[in-house]
């Protein structure tokens, strides 16, 4: 059955139907095309031809004629829309004219870079020209690198690379920064929070090195749709770009379905899970032959999910092999083979996290299922968008969770379909960040007196920091590194974490083998001793965490059940920047706090009925965070009217009810924020609701907050006003269970007090 | 909290300024001369034995006078924010060795003491320096580069002691640092030597406090660096002259090796020849054996492994190489067949002894055992015809041989 027939006989079916909140066809778009502009090399035109490419589509052909005019491009595109061409096809065009010139190409991943250098290497083989493209990054061996640096035309390498490996090794590379006339970014959106506003420094370091050698790189950029492309790239190199978003791929009919699973308990609001609905919408659609890829929000759920399919299709040797997961931790020999495998048509089922959201070749898909909604438009939209191919029919799924974000979503499509995905937030200027990225600077070029960098904030307050602290010597007009450390192996860019735990597989004792690897913030959630740890549907028990040495040792097990650890946050005041009071004597503050995660508990939960079957304890250390944060604290004389029991539940309901609204009106990811409440609060002494970057140092989530203070609680009182339940459930203020019967009552009653 | 409260709490301890430089136009000099008779030989050394020990391209007449010595002290690793703060170069005079130290008392002065550096390679037609070609050279390459100043004087032959060293020593010795050679190859121990990780400290202290007496230990330390290049070049170089001279039979078969590299084979049976009755014998006659089979010399060769056998050398492996050459050369199965009994034996021997790689020693054994038996059949049932068979696929290798030994009967 094709993705066609499988829509109809949906439709037909009532029992399906009736849980369908919308069905939308996204009809089929042409193709709009312009002929090759005059600033395209002659020599390609044979190459495109080999391909049957005659002419550009709009979006290509305006970013090369921007790019020709000498702007700094920032081209937004779907998914299979052809964006690679609007940078190879420039940079093609200028090495061709001046065998000198450099590129270089940045990707937020090895995985991605080795994907786009063969279609390069495709294009400049059938050119037939000399040409030289290298991949620069922690595979290259020792003995290439020299022929890198040396003649590499066009150096790919990912933003970790270019930070530790080029930047403080410029003299090595001067051929490139002399000559380097393009700066290609990819995947532009996945800058956000903290590996953006390091990638703006790291952006910044590089231009203080060209103006050094001379050159004036041009930058061209590329994003998925997201709110605020323009925003995002001028922030990331502190440039003004000129932004096209005119989308000339043609581009197949989608339908876009949104599935509510069925309340199954009217009284708590309770409605059947996601997983199981997910498990037999996946199983149909593998059943059918049509290859699909599940997309899930946690790894734990990829696992789960992968697990239910393998069973379904297993051989009688029990292998599976058509239906594969995809996540983070895996290691990237494994990755690259389920990604060859779905080009080729022999995987016919992947369950992934958002790791395959990025642009990654698997070849464009038929299905799509959603379980559960990614957490921002822009993720759903890249998600949706593995589904669909230039021409034939494609259908996404969306199920939606009973997490309050995804009824939100699945009761108004429309606020989806149409409203827009979410703005990339960073600040580059984040103290933490900033500060590193300066010392990282300073080592590799001095800086002398009256020197900026890039647009960065005080850097003579900086500078004379540095002095006083003995890193920086300052003397007849220069500062300089006067220190033995290497400041870029100080700092990690994607955490604040600088090392990955690495897991080994101890089954066997005499090969241990390493399976997979997790970040310092994770681990304790999920390598804890004990914790049952899933590997391609496969269960493993953690036997040791050796926190120090950033090792967990599993091994293979089969039981039942899954855990699942509970997390303790306590927080302390570093800061307090501005407050000012409102309704009465509440208090709203925005400042800095010191975060501390610690986790002390997990549950067992059996597999199939989700039924807690018991706990366990878990001794770990804490981990610490330092961010900005806001806060709301209560006025006494209201906190004093409300026995103390029922003061938690309804500050529990308002925490909850932040946490909905939060993300849409900040337009940020749910995980990008934290909302807690303290009913005696060690920063305020008081009641006090808690919001806070979920990230080291902030990228401006809680400055952002601040200013809407007020319109963020009002919302949160209409969320609840609205919600039909009477005791509370888990789209407004939580359920019942957590939250007790007067937990809605008084959550509803402090707003409105609160925002009288 | 302002900017630098913040800077503080982010991650400061506090610090004291320091005290201004004063403006200057040139970096410091420091001279050290030496007696000529502590460099035994310098002045003998010629471009014919330093051609023996490296594959360098040198200039047509080689003056050992113009051999510049280098080695400098660095804030640290490397890295484009790494300098060389004290820069000595050292070179043979009439009269004895002396040692020129330039050193920046502070970040102002590099561009005059790179000016020394240029000036004084400039003078000279070889470089030599330990681990220079990955460290010192790239270093100053970098900070020629950072002030914008010429490199090109950087590209005069490079003689790096490091490598040579490695090659000559590192089967004996292991670890093979600058103050291990001194200790052990030269027998002159340092004595209070300051350790090389505290010197960026020392450095960085310095700039605070401008007490040069600070800087005295380094200093002395750069000085005895570079008088010690000179005088294990050329304790080397005696030693490339005078192989027999060499107490160690390992340090004689590790110069074989470096010489066969060099493609000096001459040179390097010799080196092995004279180290068969030390401790690497096993390894001098292997060495030997396999050189003498590159080139074809295959009874040289086979005489080599007889020898062996004769003095219990280098275990099964001289059974198993004459049984291939009584096989594949000579043709001659029945010699063949009786080496690789003998190997067996030889083997169940060590068997007894639990080796572990003897276990796959022994399968290949059997196997070749194996084939020879049917090889002796089919001679005996078919005369000559598989000899003159075998002989058609005389330069095949051993592998090759081997699967097609056996043509249907």
Same mark, same amino acid.
């Given at each position: 059955?094709?993705?066609?027939?499988?829509?109809?006989?949906?439709?037909?079916?009532?029992?399906?139907?009736?849980?369908?909140?919308?069905?939308?066809?996204?009809?089929?778009?042409?193709?709009?095309?312009?002929?090759?502009?005059?600033?395209?090399?002659?020599?390609?035109?044979?190459?495109?031809?080999?391909?049957?490419?005659?002419?550009?589509?709009?979006?290509?052909?305006?970013?090369?004629?921007?790019?020709?005019?000498?702007?700094?491009?920032?081209?937004?595109?779907?998914?299979?829309?052809?964006?690679?061409?609007?940078?190879?096809?420039?940079?093609?065009?200028?090495?061709?004219?001046?065998?000198?010139?450099?590129?270089?190409?940045?990707?937020?991943?090895?995985?991605?870079?080795?994907?786009?250098?063969?279609?390069?290497?495709?294009?400049?083989?059938?050119?037939?020209?000399?040409?030289?493209?290298?991949?620069?990054?922690?595979?290259?061996?020792?003995?290439?690198?020299?022929?890198?640096?040396?003649?590499?035309?066009?150096?790919?390498?990912?933003?970790?690379?270019?930070?530790?490996?080029?930047?403080?090794?410029?003299?090595?590379?001067?051929?490139?920064?002399?000559?380097?006339?393009?700066?290609?970014?990819?995947?532009?959106?996945?800058?956000?929070?903290?590996?953006?506003?390091?990638?703006?420094?790291?952006?910044?370091?590089?231009?203080?090195?060209?103006?050094?050698?001379?050159?004036?790189?041009?930058?061209?950029?590329?994003?998925?749709?997201?709110?605020?492309?323009?925003?995002?790239?001028?922030?990331?190199?502190?440039?003004?770009?000129?932004?096209?978003?005119?989308?000339?791929?043609?581009?197949?009919?989608?339908?876009?379905?949104?599935?509510?699973?069925?309340?199954?308990?009217?009284?708590?609001?309770?409605?059947?899970?996601?997983?199981?609905?997910?498990?037999?919408?996946?199983?149909?659609?593998?059943?059918?032959?049509?290859?699909?890829?599940?997309?899930?929000?946690?790894?734990?759920?990829?696992?789960?999910?992968?697990?239910?399919?393998?069973?379904?299709?297993?051989?009688?040797?029990?292998?599976?092999?058509?239906?594969?997961?995809?996540?983070?931790?895996?290691?990237?020999?494994?990755?690259?083979?389920?990604?060859?495998?779905?080009?080729?048509?022999?995987?016919?089922?992947?369950?992934?996290?958002?790791?395959?959201?990025?642009?990654?070749?698997?070849?464009?898909?038929?299905?799509?299922?959603?379980?559960?909604?990614?957490?921002?438009?822009?993720?759903?939209?890249?998600?949706?968008?593995?589904?669909?191919?230039?021409?034939?029919?494609?259908?996404?799924?969306?199920?939606?969770?009973?997490?309050?974000?995804?009824?939100?979503?699945?009761?108004?499509?429309?606020?989806?379909?149409?409203?827009?995905?979410?703005?990339?937030?960073?600040?580059?200027?984040?103290?933490?960040?900033?500060?590193?990225?300066?010392?990282?600077?300073?080592?590799?070029?001095?800086?002398?007196?009256?020197?900026?960098?890039?647009?960065?904030?005080?850097?003579?307050?900086?500078?004379?920091?540095?002095?006083?602290?003995?890193?920086?010597?300052?003397?007849?007009?220069?500062?300089?590194?006067?220190?033995?450390?290497?400041?870029?192996?100080?700092?990690?860019?994607?955490?604040?974490?600088?090392?990955?735990?690495?897991?080994?597989?101890?089954?066997?004792?005499?090969?241990?083998?390493?399976?997979?690897?997790?970040?310092?913030?994770?681990?304790?959630?999920?390598?804890?001793?004990?914790?049952?740890?899933?590997?391609?549907?496969?269960?493993?028990?953690?036997?040791?965490?050796?926190?120090?040495?950033?090792?967990?040792?599993?091994?293979?097990?089969?039981?039942?059940?899954?855990?699942?650890?509970?997390?303790?946050?306590?927080?302390?005041?570093?800061?307090?920047?501005?407050?000012?009071?409102?309704?009465?004597?509440?208090?709203?503050?925005?400042?800095?706090?010191?975060?501390?995660?610690?986790?002390?508990?997990?549950?067992?939960?059996?597999?199939?009925?989700?039924?807690?079957?018991?706990?366990?304890?878990?001794?770990?250390?804490?981990?610490?965070?330092?961010?900005?944060?806001?806060?709301?604290?209560?006025?006494?004389?209201?906190?004093?009217?409300?026995?103390?029991?029922?003061?938690?539940?309804?500050?529990?309901?308002?925490?909850?009810?932040?946490?909905?609204?939060?993300?849409?009106?900040?337009?940020?990811?749910?995980?990008?924020?934290?909302?807690?409440?303290?009913?005696?609060?060690?920063?305020?002494?008081?009641?006090?609701?808690?919001?806070?970057?979920?990230?080291?140092?902030?990228?401006?989530?809680?400055?952002?907050?601040?200013?809407?203070?007020?319109?963020?609680?009002?919302?949160?009182?209409?969320?609840?006003?609205?919600?039909?339940?009477?005791?509370?459930?888990?789209?407004?203020?939580?359920?019942?269970?957590?939250?007790?019967?007067?937990?809605?009552?008084?959550?509803?009653?402090?707003?409105?007090?609160?925002?009288? | 909290?302002?900017?630098?409260?913040?800077?503080?709490?982010?991650?400061?301890?506090?610090?004291?300024?320091?005290?201004?430089?004063?403006?200057?136009?040139?970096?410091?000099?420091?001279?050290?001369?030496?007696?000529?008779?502590?460099?035994?030989?310098?002045?003998?050394?010629?471009?014919?034995?330093?051609?023996?020990?490296?594959?360098?391209?040198?200039?047509?007449?080689?003056?050992?006078?113009?051999?510049?010595?280098? +080695?400098?002290?660095?804030?640290?690793?490397?890295?484009?924010?790494?300098?060389?703060?004290?820069?000595?170069?050292?070179?043979?005079?009439?009269?004895?060795?002396?040692?020129?130290?330039?050193?920046?008392? +502070?970040?102002?002065?590099?561009?005059?003491?790179?000016?020394?550096?240029?000036?004084?390679?400039?003078?000279?037609?070889?470089?030599?320096?330990?681990?220079?070609?990955?460290?010192?050279?790239?270093?100053?390459?970098?900070?020629?580069?950072?002030?914008?100043?010429?490199?090109?004087?950087?590209?005069?032959?490079?003689?790096?002691?490091?490598?040579?060293?490695?090659?000559?020593?590192?089967?004996?010795?292991?670890?093979?640092?600058?103050?291990?050679?001194?200790?052990?190859?030269?027998?002159?121990?340092?004595?209070?030597?300051?350790?090389?990780?505290?010197?960026?400290?020392?450095?960085?202290?310095?700039?605070?406090?401008?007490?040069?007496?600070?800087?005295?230990?380094?200093?002395?330390?750069?000085?005895?660096?570079?008088?010690?290049?000179?005088?294990?070049?050329?304790?080397?170089?005696?030693?490339?002259?005078?192989?027999?001279?060499?107490?160690?039979?390992?340090?004689?078969?590790?110069?074989?090796?470096?010489?066969?590299?060099?493609?000096?084979?001459?040179?390097?049976?010799?080196?092995?020849?004279?180290?068969?009755?030390?401790?690497?014998? +096993?390894?001098?006659?292997?060495?030997?054996?396999?050189?003498?089979?590159?080139?074809?010399?295959?009874?040289?060769?086979?005489?080599?492994?007889?020898?062996?056998?004769?003095?219990?050398?280098?275990?099964?492996?001289?059974?198993?190489?004459?049984?291939?050459?009584?096989?594949?050369?000579?043709?001659?199965?029945?010699?063949?067949?009786?080496?690789?009994?003998?190997?067996?034996?030889?083997?169940?021997?060590?068997?007894?002894?639990?080796?572990?790689?003897?276990?796959?020693?022994?399968?290949?054994?059997?196997?070749?055992?194996?084939?020879?038996?049917?090889?002796?059949?089919?001679?005996?049932?078919?005369?000559?015809?598989?000899?003159?068979?075998?002989?058609?696929?005389?330069?095949?290798?051993?592998?090759?041989?081997?699967?097609?030994?056996?043509?249907?009967?």
């Amino acid at each position: 059955m094709n993705v066609s027939q499988l829509a109809e006989q949906l439709r037909q079916d009532h029992m399906f139907m009736k849980d369908v909140t919308r069905w939308e066809v996204i009809p089929a778009r042409k193709a709009r095309t312009l002929p090759f502009p005059a600033c395209m090399d002659e020599r390609i035109k044979p190459a495109l031809a080999k391909r049957g490419i005659y002419e550009l589509y709009t979006h290509q052909a305006k970013s090369l004629e921007a790019t020709a005019r000498g702007e700094d491009v920032t081209v937004v595109t779907p998914t299979a829309s052809g964006k690679t061409m609007c940078y190879n096809l420039p940079v093609l065009s200028a090495i061709l004219k001046n065998p000198d010139a450099r590129a270089l190409y940045l990707f937020p991943t090895k995985a991605l870079s080795a994907d786009q250098v063969s279609e390069l290497y495709d294009m400049i083989e059938e050119m037939g020209v000399d040409i030289k493209t290298y991949t620069y990054d922690g595979d290259t061996p020792a003995a290439a690198r020299k022929a890198v640096r040396q003649a590499g035309h066009i150096v790919v390498t990912n933003p970790d690379m270019l930070h530790s490996g080029i930047l403080p090794h410029h003299t090595k590379w001067v051929k490139l920064f002399e000559n380097l006339q393009y700066i290609v970014i990819d995947e532009i959106h996945s800058y956000r929070g903290v590996f953006g506003s390091n990638l703006a420094n790291v952006l910044r370091r590089l231009m203080r090195l060209c103006e050094f050698y001379g050159s004036h790189p041009q930058y061209i950029l590329c994003s998925a749709t997201i709110a605020n492309p323009r925003e995002l790239a001028e922030t990331l190199i502190g440039r003004p770009v000129t932004l096209i978003d005119d989308n000339g791929a043609p581009m197949g009919e989608r339908h876009f379905v949104f599935y509510n699973p069925p309340v199954v308990n009217r009284q708590l609001g309770i409605r059947k899970g996601a997983i199981p609905v997910v498990r037999s919408i996946s199983g149909m659609l593998l059943k059918n032959g049509i290859q699909a890829i599940t997309f899930a929000r946690s790894r734990l759920t990829v696992e789960v999910l992968t697990r239910y399919l393998k069973d379904m299709v297993r051989d009688p040797l029990g292998n599976a092999g058509r239906v594969r997961g995809y996540r983070g931790g895996y290691l990237p020999g494994e990755r690259r083979e389920i990604e060859r495998g779905l080009r080729a048509g022999q995987v016919d089922a992947v369950v992934s996290t958002n790791a395959l959201e990025l642009g990654i070749d698997i070849g464009a898909l038929d299905a799509c299922v959603l379980c559960g909604y990614p957490g921002t438009i822009a993720s759903a939209w890249q998600q949706a968008g593995r589904a669909g191919r230039r021409q034939g029919t494609s259908i996404v799924f969306f199920v939606a969770s009973s997490a309050a974000i995804d009824q939100y979503i699945v009761n108004h499509p429309d606020y989806f379909l149409h409203q827009s995905p979410e703005n990339a937030l960073l600040n580059p200027d984040n103290l933490y960040i900033l500060l590193s990225h300066f010392k990282c600077a300073a080592f590799e070029l001095p800086f002398e007196d009256g020197d900026g960098f890039g647009n960065a904030p005080g850097p003579e307050e900086l500078l004379d920091y540095l002095s006083e602290e003995g890193i920086l010597h300052h003397v007849e007009g220069k500062y300089h590194w006067s220190a033995e450390d290497f400041p870029a192996s100080e700092i990690s860019l994607r955490s604040a974490a600088a090392e990955n735990f690495i897991i080994v597989d101890i089954s066997d004792p005499a090969h241990h083998r390493v399976v997979g690897e997790m970040d310092r913030f994770t681990a304790p959630m999920l390598l804890h001793e004990n914790a049952i740890y899933m590997h391609e549907g496969r269960q493993f028990q953690v036997e040791k965490l050796d926190f120090d040495a950033c090792k967990a040792f599993i091994r293979a097990v089969d039981v039942g059940y899954y855990t699942d650890a509970d997390l303790n946050i306590n927080l302390s005041l570093l800061d307090i920047e501005k407050e000012e009071p409102f309704a009465g004597t509440a208090v709203a503050a925005l400042g800095e706090i010191k975060v501390t995660a610690l986790v002390t508990m997990f549950k067992k939960i059996k597999f199939d009925t989700h039924e807690t079957l018991g706990f366990g304890h878990v001794r770990l250390p804490e981990t610490d965070m330092h961010t900005t944060a806001m806060w709301w604290t209560l006025p006494d004389e209201l906190a004093e009217k409300i026995p103390s029991d029922r003061l938690k539940n309804g500050m529990m309901g308002i925490a909850n009810l932040l946490r909905i609204v939060c993300p849409l009106y900040l337009m940020c990811a749910p995980q990008d924020i934290a909302v807690v409440y303290q009913v005696r609060s060690p920063i305020t002494d008081k009641p006090t609701v808690i919001f806070y970057d979920n990230c080291p140092g902030g990228i401006g989530l809680a400055h952002k907050a601040y200013g809407m203070k007020q319109l963020l609680l009002e919302k949160a009182l209409q969320v609840a006003e609205d919600c039909p339940c009477e005791y509370g459930c888990p789209s407004c203020v939580g359920p019942v269970g957590e939250v007790g019967e007067d937990g809605k009552r008084t959550a509803i009653r402090l707003l409105r007090e609160l925002t009288k | 909290m302002n900017l630098r409260d913040k800077l503080r709490a982010v991650g400061g301890t506090g610090g004291q300024p320091r005290p201004a430089g004063e403006a200057t136009t040139d970096c410091r000099h420091f001279a050290v001369y030496r007696e000529a008779e502590e460099f035994p030989g310098a002045y003998d050394l010629t471009r014919e034995t330093l051609q023996l020990m490296s594959d360098l391209e040198l200039p047509e007449i080689l003056d050992p006078r113009k051999i510049l010595y280098l +080695d400098t002290e660095t804030t640290g690793l490397g890295g484009s924010g790494t300098v060389a703060f004290l820069v000595g170069m050292g070179y043979l005079t009439d009269h004895g060795f002396e040692v020129h130290q330039f050193l920046m008392r +502070d970040y102002p002065e590099e561009p005059y003491l790179l000016k020394h550096v240029a000036a004084g390679l400039g003078k000279f037609d070889v470089l030599c320096t330990f681990n220079g070609t990955t460290f010192d050279v790239p270093l100053l390459e970098s900070r020629f580069l950072m002030n914008r100043m010429d490199r090109s004087c950087l590209e005069i032959p490079h003689l790096d002691l490091l490598h040579m060293c490695r090659r000559l020593w590192k089967l004996r010795l292991g670890r093979c640092n600058l103050g291990r050679l001194e200790e052990v190859i030269l027998g002159k121990p340092r004595t209070d030597d300051l350790p090389g990780s505290e010197v960026p400290q020392r450095y960085f202290t310095y700039l605070k406090t401008k007490r040069i007496e600070l800087l005295e230990d380094i200093l002395k330390h750069n000085a005895q660096d570079i008088a010690s290049l000179c005088v294990l070049l050329n304790h080397m170089a005696e030693l490339y002259l005078h192989p027999e001279k060499i107490r160690f039979s390992e340090d004689v078969y590790s110069m074989g090796r470096a010489l066969e590299k060099l493609n000096r084979t001459e040179n390097a049976r010799h080196c092995y020849r004279l180290a068969r009755r030390g401790r690497a014998g +096993d390894l001098a006659g292997q060495a030997l054996a396999v050189s003498y089979r590159r080139t074809g010399e295959r009874e040289q060769a086979a005489e080599v492994w007889r020898e062996m056998i004769r003095d219990r050398k280098g275990g099964i492996t001289p059974y198993i190489e004459l049984a291939k050459y009584e096989e594949h050369i000579r043709r001659n199965i029945p010699a063949a067949l009786e080496m690789t009994e003998r190997a067996m034996a030889l083997c169940s021997e060590m068997t007894l002894r639990a080796e572990e790689t003897v276990q796959q020693t022994q399968n290949e054994l059997q196997y070749r055992y194996e084939r020879l038996r049917r090889r002796m059949k089919e001679t005996e049932n078919h005369g000559n015809r598989i000899i003159s068979e075998g002989f058609q696929s005389n330069q095949t290798t051993e592998k090759g041989t081997e699967g097609r030994g056996n043509p249907p009967v």
